[in-house]
T-cell receptor, first 116, second 113 residues
Framework: EAQVTQNPRYLITVTGKKLTVTCSQN?????MSWYRQDPGLGLRQIYY???????DKGDVPEGYKVSRKEKRNFPLILESPSPNQTSLYFC???????????????FGPGTRLTVL | AQSVTQLGSHVSVSEGALVLLRCNYS??????LFWYVQYPNQGLQLLLK??????LVKGINGFEAEFKKSETSFHLTKPSAHMSDAAEYFC???????????FGKGTLLTVNP
């Protein structure tokens, strides 16, 4: 089954404790992205990747890191989480990173993170 | 910069009634427009998208949307609401080489029996 998977689905942690949220897609997609969803704000892009070893900042990158060492994986790293990073996080992927932006983005099930 | 405005953060309809969720976009050139649905505790699922092929776009679950350039709108409709349509709906616009989706703030649809 074609899908985007994220782990963990739920995470409660404390301020300053480094964590990684994994994202993996099995569709051979070039483009991958991370969003955070907050009530009343919709979804906002954190980072994106056009291909292996190519990443760039989105709208709200502060406090986050990403890497793209393999095409299928795009982990989100919070090196020193803070309470304002409590949110619902979504990973997404789409087929091609070239072209005009018409490709559908497929979303993972989400990771609910709470930072105490 | 492009942006999306969804009018009404919460829309309530009766089962069998027309569903109309409003979306207006701001873009200097014709964009690509999407409607996504989010059911409780799930990720986002594509309902439909406009990519300039046809102004009336049909999607899954009986939803459709019409692109109106003169009104910069892309409203989502369904003739008859079903209880299973209760969810949050997001309009999004995409343009540019970075494939960034700019989302509206979402509209929560409640369907009353």
């Amino acid at each position: 089954e074609a899908q985007v998977t994220q782990n963990p689905r739920y995470l409660i942690t404390v301020t300053g404790k480094k964590l990684t949220v994994t994202c993996s897609q099995n569709m051979n997609h070039e483009y991958m992205s991370w969003y955070r969803q907050d009530p009343g704000l919709g979804l906002r892009q954190i980072y994106y990747s056009m291909n292996v070893e190519v990443t760039d900042k989105g709208d709200v990158p502060e406090g986050y890191k990403v890497s793209r060492k393999e095409k299928r994986n795009f982990p989100l790293i919070l090196e020193s989480p803070s309470p304002n990073q409590t949110s619902l996080y979504f990973c997404a992927s789409s087929l091609s990173a070239s072209g005009t932006g018409a490709d559908t983005q497929y979303f993972g099930p989400g990771t609910r993170l709470t930072v105490l | 910069a492009q942006s999306v405005t969804q009018l009404g953060s919460h829309v309530s309809v009766s089962e069998g009634a027309l569903v109309l969720l409003r979306c207006n976009y701001s873009s200097s050139v014709p964009p690509y427009l999407f409607w996504y649905v989010q059911y409780p505790n799930q990720g986002l699922q594509l309902l439909l998208k406009y990519t300039s092929a046809a102004t009336l776009v049909k999607g899954i679950n009986g939803f459709e949307a019409e692109f109106k350039k003169s009104e910069t709108s892309f409203h989502l409709t369904k003739p008859s609401a079903h209880m299973s349509d209760a969810a949050e709906y997001f309009c999004a616009v995409s343009r540019g080489s970075n494939y960034k989706l700019t989302f509206g703030k979402g509209t929560l649809l409640t369907v009353n029996p």
